[in-house]
């Protein structure tokens, strides 16, 4: 029976990747820009398994807007 490979723990770390796309006005080539972010987590590993926003929207806060379908972003207008 083989033996199962052994894993390091690694310290948690959000990803965040984008991917806008463009479009040439003249040729009308379309093409996009990778954009990658890695955040080590090494002071709250919590944050690993559940990545948390600054600026939670709450129940309260999503009642005080009426249940708007953009809540949050009046909300991120808000906050800036």
Request: net charge positive; no cysteine.
């Amino acid at each position: 029976m083989k033996s199962l490979p052994r894993f390091v723990p690694a310290p948690a770390v959000a990803w965040l990747i984008a991917w806008p796309g463009f479009r040439l006005k003249s040729s009308g080539l379309r093409g996009g820009v990778s954009h990658l972010a890695a955040t080590p987590l090494r002071d709250d590993p919590e944050m690993g398994r559940v990545f948390r926003p600054h600026y939670e929207l709450t129940y309260e806060k999503l009642k005080s807007y009426g249940f708007d379908p953009h809540a949050e972003v009046l909300d991120a207008l808000e906050v800036l």
